[in-house]
């Protein structure tokens, strides 16, 4: 059987709904073949019902159905069925309680519970019910031997049937109004008995007959007044015209935070009730408009803002922040007491004057320079440059000379520069130090100029000396460097042999590079095979 159904809607709280239904009935059983039903045997059906929702999910129904449903052998497949000839029709009431779910139901409520939104939606349902059934039947006199016994047991049996029953079935929920809802809806009902056809022992006493609604629905749902609509009653809306919300006693709240709009300071936005609708975001007890830093913890001596160091001046405008001090210094402390900020005071902890930065008139090296101007306090000046000395004096402080105690130019870094003398005694220890041919052994010849070179470095220990050995390009270039490399090295271990510390040298072969000769001549080659003497600064970069 189908039903019509629409229900009053318009606030979740009412619970109960009053509802017509009309539809059709028909049945399977003995005179019907174990497949669909035919159209013939279809009856018209009605009833009422009464629901109760339990939630927007589950209601409980209560239903009345009145209903027809009839059929013949004709339908058989057996011809011995079809000469019986049996005939009859059924007047079905039938009682019945029903739980209904609908899976979807909650979503006529996504705005909140008390706003209904109309939806349409799919729903079943399940229960247990009585049926009351007045049978008629008939059939050939002449149905066959065997037959008549058994059809007056039927007769008798049929007759003020009353059975238990089991409806089913699954439907659709079209939602008209807030007020109105069509249900359509079908479904099998199974009685536990085999006499719905008043024939069960002249037929098939081992299979029960049952039978099928299928229908539409109309109800209402039953409910206080509410004129807006919002889902709460007149008699319990504050502002009973226009939609609200439940938490605002049914007068509108845009940021449904239980303010109603007339009384919210901050209406757009969800708050406390203590703060008049407003929030409070950093919850520091202070309500955002009133916070003049809302997304910070604050205090109220600060209007709302951070005070790390308590001293009731804002983070933000404490130059200060970690330390305690006064509004008149913008929140940094006067250790001294001498009006000076501590930031902007050169001696905090020792009162001084504005002009000296906050630092008393002292010269601790007594060189004339008062310590506030004197780059070296401790330190007396000794040529009255910043307060710091140069005891070469080459005009390059001491903290700046890679060479204090001997006067130089700024182009060494206030070391002595090489001299001539010194140019051209490396260049003559280029020129005649020699070796055994193809070997590192240095030639007697070689050892009197070396000793010079390490007469002129004793002389001058802010120089270090770079030893480079170069050959010809006679032979393997790798056999031609590792021998380059060598040489350089007899040199470097004979000038360390005579005091020289290793500190102050290195070395490095670098076989037939950089050739200062032609290598296609005799004198080219000669030149080209040596070990060049390279003087420079010590620590430059110190």
Known sequence: MFYLAGSLTGFAQAKWELGGLVGTTTYQGDLMPR????????????????????????????????????????????????????????????????????????LRYVDGPYRFRPRVTP????????????IENSYRQNA???????IQQDQEASAGLVSLAIPAGLGLKIDLSKRS??????????GFNDLFDGVSQSGEASTNDWYWHMGASLSIRLGKKD???????????????????????????RDGDGVEDAEDVCPDLPGLMAFSGC?????????????????????????????IDNDCITDSLDRCPEIAGLLAFEGCPDQDGDGIADPDDQCPEEAGLPEHNGCPLLDTDCDGIVDILDDCP????????TGCPDLDQDGILDSLDLCPTIAGPDSTGGCPVVTAEAEVLLAEAQQNVRFQTGSADLLSSSKE????????????????????????????????????????????????????????????????????????????????RRVAFNLSVMNQEE
């Not at 066959?144 to 058994?150: F, K, V």
């Not at 809802?181 to 199974?190: I, N, V």
């Open 378 to 385: 401790e330190i007396p000046d000794t040529i009255g440059f």
């Open 227 to 253: 004129s807006d609509g919002d889902g709460l009653p007149d008699k319990e809306d504050a502002c009973r015209l226009v939609a609200g919300s439940l938490s605002a006693r049914g007068c509108p709240d």
């Open 449 to 528: 100029i070396l000793d010079e070179v390490a007469k002129l470095l004793e002389e001058a220990p802010y120089y270090e000396l770079f030893l480079a050995g170069y050959t010809d390009n006679v032979g393997r270039a790798s056999s031609n460097k590792s021998l380059s490399e060598r040489r350089a090295k007899s040199c470097y271990e004979y000038l360390m042999g005579r005091g020289i510390s290793p500190d102050r040298m290195s070395f490095k072969g670098f076989g037939e590079e950089n050739p200062i000769g032609d290598n296609s001549t005799t004198t080219g080659r000669k030149k080209n």
């Open 144 to 150: 066959g031997e065997g037959y008549s016994d058994l």
């Open 279 to 307: 929030p409070d975001t950093d919850k520091d007890g202070i309500m955002d408009p009133a916070d003049n830093c809302p997304l910070l913890y604050g205090y109220e001596e600060t209007n709302g803002c951070p005070d």
């Open 35 to 106: 497949n669909l039903p035919e159209l013939e045997s279809f009856d018209l059906a009605y009833g009422a019902f009464v629901r109760h929702h339990l939630s927007p999910t589950w209601a409980l129904r209560a239903n009345a159905l009145l209903g027809n449903w009839h059929s013949s052998d004709q339908y058989a497949t057996d011809i011995n069925r079809q000469n019986r000839g049996f005939t009859f029709s059924n007047r079905l009431t039938e009682t019945s309680l029903l739980l209904e779910w609908d899976p979807w139901g909650k």
């Open 181 to 190: 809802t069509l249900s359509l809806e079908g479904g099998p009902h199974y």
């Open 123 to 134: 729903f079943g349902y399940l229960g247990i019910g009585a049926g009351f059934y007045q």
